[in-house]
């Protein structure tokens, strides 16, 4: 029933007349549907609008004053609107008053109207980002409005090769998506398929930056991910300069960057702000404490049921004394150790922040200790259980880190049953995993799979910037001249 | 039919370190000390030698066939009775060695990691992590096998603990050249067996860009100088460390080497080293099954995912029919096998095809 309805509403609005009327019952007689008629300069001017999407303001000092005071018939150059166009179809102007304009037609020629921006704008003022904190970096935030996003990468990325594609997505509720990339930059082959995967949605509605992320990305069945979200223009802008590609969902404060290979998700805009020394060794931190979260309770639950001759005899005696009280076995024990956390991280996540500081002292310090003393898991275990967590609370991205604990798991199961061997096995099988991730057709595990030494040096370390002379394979045909410290030849002295 | 994906000269460099490293490291340094003495160093050197040579006359081969595999040009010629015939007698040849590695690797793993495991079980992990890694595109493939150096690097780090040990004498070496040459040359087909996979590049030739080109060979050379050079370090290594009469009665010197070594935080890195190992004896694995698939579903015309379910499952029912049934079978032909497949036939085919002027049919240029 519901979607013959909607067939003879199409149907209605693909019609070519506009008419007053044909949008009044298109648009089901909604009450905020305002029109008035102007007289002036012996014509009758019928303005159309959607009150609640109207700036008042704006409607009253720049269409209706001047449109009452108009001297001659010439609508386009009375009008003090930003923009104007003409719309000759009841679905071109519905479209116009759903996004806030206001429709202007000439009474006696209903063939053509014109459509008035007049949109209110109800942006929150531009904030620091609550998650991707930094210590040094900007401190401006995406928003939930489009225009102002794109506001705010350009006004970090000045270029005149900064593009921008705008697509009106959804079919029954519709959402502006733009893509933005830097012309002459960016790897033609990934814009082609990025504007080809956005063409083919057909989602309903688009609710956030998730649902087209569903949509385009290469792989489902992964638990990594291959999109970066990221809510700083900084970090926006300076992927942008490396070659990729940034997608803007209004209504939402996350901006989608893609194609995002394994190593984007332990940069931050912080590494970039220090010295290189700096920046490689917090990005070598990064990636080995991911490593630890990922096996270090796997390697625990090897070395103590299965390989107590490769851990010191002095550390086997301590670790003993503790783990005789524990009933369980160290894979039981580990995972209730794990399962506690995972709620304790629930749980703070919806917790108001001044309950939090209560919470953590009652959750972590009496829960964990009790624990112990309760025999129920032993002091090595806790200790390899906040080490691990600490290590995820590292990584800078939150999609990221929640990897950790897809995988760590069955990690643990198989340390469970075959030891070192069990690792190395689910090693094995995620490197297996890894080597088949694409992302827009990029190699995800890029400078590791398939090994590329020259790629290293703005993955696992940041070499200085005036060293970073190609950007990155996404953008083959973009370099940047060598010659920032030039200056040091020149000053330099003779040893004599 | 040409293969149409193209790899380059350093893809080709991993692929055939990680073909070549595999379970043969381990026993080395016991089966040349069989043969050569403490001279089984040079032993291996002449074989290195010896293979770079192979690998020429492959190269040969190969470039008269662009973009056709062994199991293609094979029917252009030999025609295509016999070449079908060869292509059958290959693929037995590598389910042989794989079912060899998987005999080996589980039967050391048994014996130093998991004593109380059931053989089945872990023939039945390598089988799934074979049909996991095989089933791929051979892009995928590739670039899995280009990581693992790292590992094989981080192996060759850990054999620098063993110089803290205080048994280190460099006299078992000498007396150089102490066997006699004759026995030097001798052994040399003993110390071939580490060296297998390299006949492999017969298949994965056919994927190398501008395979004319001295560039391609490089890669070639490049990892076969490699992997002269690691067994070469890992046989003096156990030379120097252990004393004739300990090598003769223990089959992994160079396990045993690491088990009796510690460092202050760890014990017993022998464990460690053999679970790592596990990652390069994978590859092998993964390389030889993509390769005999390939040959598979060009043989009986199925597709590659079918044919690396039909090879594994014939490696699993095998291994552990020679495995409980204690067939050492494989291990005594082994080198007659490899000295056949590796070496003999290429030879004849290079010959036939330079004498009876063959080239890559017209009929291939149709497909």
């Known amino acids: 029933m519901r979607l013959k309805r909607n067939k003879s509403k199409k149907s209605l609005i693909n019609q070519a007349n506009l008419s007053i009327e044909n949008i ?25 609008y959607i009150n609640s999407l109207v700036d008042q303001e704006k409607l009253e000092s720049k269409i209706i004053k001047p449109l009452t005071k108009m001297e001659n018939n010439n609508i386009l150059n009375e009008l003090y609107s930003q923009e104007i166009s003409t719309a000759r179809s009841n679905k071109i102007a519905i479209n116009g008053l759903l996004d806030g304009y206001c ?36 401190k401006v935030g995406f928003v939930e409005s489009l225009d102002k996003n794109i506001f705010l990468l350009r006004t970090v990325t000045k270029s ?24 002459h930059v960016t790897d033609p082959e990934i814009i082609k398929k990025v504007e080809q995967r956005i063409k083919s949605i057909t989602l309903d509605s688009i609710q956030s930056a998730g649902d087209i992320q569903d949509c385009i990305e290469d792989h489902t069945v992964t638990p990594f991910p291959q999109l970066l979200l990221t809510e700083r223009p900084d970090r926006a802008s300076a992927n942008l300069k490396d070659g990729s590609v940034a997608l803007i969902i209004d209504g939402s404060p996350t901006v989608i960057i893609l194609p995002a290979t394994f190593m984007t998700f332990f940069q931050t805009p912080d590494d970039y702000i220090t010295r290189w020394w700096l920046g490689s060794f917090f990005r070598f931190i990064r990636l080995f404490s991911y490593i630890i979260a990922l096996i270090l309770p796997a390697l625990y639950i090897a070395f103590v049921s299965f390989h107590y001759e490769v851990i010191p005899l002095e550390l086997v005696y301590s670790l003993q004394s503790s783990l005789s009280y524990v009933p369980f076995r160290p ?3 580990l995972m209730i150790m794990q399962l506690s956390l995972e709620l304790l991280r629930e749980a703070s996540i919806r917790l108001p922040p001044s309950v939090a500081a209560t919470f953590g002292i009652v959750g972590g310090l009496v829960v964990g200790t009790a624990m112990v003393e309760a025999g129920i898991v032993s002091y090595g275990g806790l200790i390899v259980v906040a080490i691990t967590s600490v290590s995820s609370f590292v990584q800078p991205n939150l999609e990221m880190s929640s990897s950790i604990r897809i995988l760590g798991f069955p990690l643990m199961l198989l340390a469970a049953t075959f030891g070192f061997f069990g690792i190395v096995i689910g090693v094995l099988c995620v490197l297996i995993h890894l080597s088949r991730l694409t992302s827009f057709g990029v190699p995800y595990f890029s400078p590791f799979v398939p090994l590329n030494i020259k790629d290293f040096k703005d993955t696992i370390i940041r070499v200085p910037s005036w060293m970073i002379y190609k950007h990155s394979k996404n953008s083959p045909h973009y370099k940047q001249e060598k010659r920032s410290r030039k200056w040091k030849l020149d000053e330099s002295e003779e040893p004599y | 039919m040409k293969v149409k994906s193209r790899i380059s000269s350093e893809n080709l460099f991993f692929v055939l370190v990680q073909t070549m490293m595999g379970v043969g490291l381990l026993t080395l340094p016991h089966q040349t000390h069989h043969a050569a003495g403490s001279d089984g160093w040079i032993s291996i050197l002449i074989t290195g030698f010896f293979i770079q040579l192979i690998v020429l006359l492959i190269w ?39 079912c060899y590695i998987f005999i080996v690797y589980a039967d050391i793993l048994k014996r130093w990691i998991l004593p109380e495991t059931p053989v089945w079980v872990l023939f039945l992990i390598e089988f799934v992590l074979l049909i996991y890694g095989s089933i791929c595109k051979i892009k995928n493939m590739i670039s899995l096998l280009s990581f693992p150096f790292i590992f094989i690097l981080f192996l060759f780090f850990i054999t620098f603990f063993v110089y803290g040990d205080s048994s280190i004498d460099v006299r078992y070496l000498f007396p150089i050249g102490s066997s006699g040459g004759w026995n030097i040359l001798k052994s040399t087909s003993d110390s071939m067996i580490p060296f297998i996979g390299f006949e492999t590049l017969l298949i994965y030739f056919a994927f190398i860009k501008q395979s004319k080109t001295i560039s391609a060979l490089k890669g070639v050379f490049l990892a076969v100088l490699f992997v002269t050079i690691f067994l070469t370090y890992i046989v003096i290594l156990s030379t120097v460390m252990l004393s004739p009469e300990e090598i003769k009665i223990t089959p992994e010197p160079v396990l045993y080497i690491l088990s009796a070594m510690e460092i202050r935080i760890l014990s017993r890195l022998d464990l460690i080293f053999l679970s790592f190992w596990g990652l390069i004896v994978f590859t092998t694995i993964i390389s030889y099954s993509f390769s005999v698939s390939m040959g598979i579903s060009k043989l009986i015309r199925i597709k590659h995912n079918f044919a690396v379910i039909l090879s594994g499952t014939f490696v699993l029912i095998v291994s552990i029919i020679f495995y409980y ?16 497949f590796g070496i003999i036939i290429p030879i004849l085919l290079l010959l036939i095809t330079i004498i009876f002027k063959r080239e890559a049919a017209s009929t291939y240029e149709k497909n």
């Open chain 1, 24 to 48: 009044k019952s298109q648009l089901n007689h909604t009450s905020d549907l305002k029109d008035r008629e102007i007289h002036s300069n012996n014509q009758i001017y019928i303005i159309l």
């Open chain 1, 103 to 138: 429709l202007l037609i000439k009474k006696g020629r209903n063939s053509e109207g014109f459509l008035l921006k007049t949109t209110a704008s109800t942006d929150r003022e531009v904030s620091e980002p609550k998650i991707e904190k930094t210590i040094l970096g900007a």
């Open chain 1, 160 to 183: 005149p090769d900064f593009t921008v594609k705008t697509y009106t997505l959804g079919s029954s509720t519709t959402t502006n998506v733009s893509l933005i990339y830097l012309d």
């Open chain 1, 331 to 333: 894979f039981i024990e």
């Open chain 2, 60 to 98: 040969l081969l190969c470039i008269k066939f662009p973009n056709l595999t062994l199991f293609d040009f094979s029917k252009v010629i030999l025609g295509k009775m016999l070449g079908t015939v060869l292509n059958f007698i290959y693929i037995i040849y590598l389910l042989t060695m794989i």
């Open chain 2, 325 to 340: 049934m204690e067939i050492t079978l494989l291990e005594k032909w082994l080198k007659h096998l490899s000295l056949i």
